[in-house]
Nanobody, 127 residues
């Protein structure tokens, strides 16, 4: 089992920045990728960014590309999401997720492929 705990959410004005963190514990050695998803009020959960843990590649939804950066620490235990130039439409609860297996890069964008989830952290961007 893997436990994920997010932190770093809060209230920020349009154009501001936040850095989310997700700390993994438990059987972290089995993780091969970690990602961030979000769910805004009245909206479906959506993919934000993903990072395979044994590759330098990163993947982003088009809505955040160029503004958000996903990264991991060297121990591959903590994943970060640096969010810049925030917009009101970024308001959502942000969830960290981890998976232990995938074959194709497109699977990194699919919430159903992730086995472990955190409780989420709220990000609110005021206009």
């Amino acid at each position: 089992q893997v436990q994920l705990v997010e932190s770093g959410g809060g209230l920020v004005q349009t154009g501001g920045s936040l850095r989310l963190s997700c700390a993994a514990s438990g059987r972290t050695a089995s993780n091969v990728a970690m990602a961030w998803f979000r769910q805004g009020p009245g909206l479906k959960q959506e993919f934000v960014a993903a990072a395979p843990l044994y590759s330098t590649a990163t993947f982003y939804d088009n809505s955040v590309k160029g503004r958000f950066t996903i990264s991991t620490d060297n121990a591959k235990i903590t994943v970060y999401l640096q969010m810049n130039t925030l917009k009101p439409e970024d308001t959502a609860r942000y969830y960290c997720a981890a998976m232990t297996y995938y074959r194709h890069d497109y699977e990194l964008r699919e919430a159903g492929k992730y086995e472990y989830w955190g409780q989420g952290t709220q990000v609110t961007v005021s206009s």
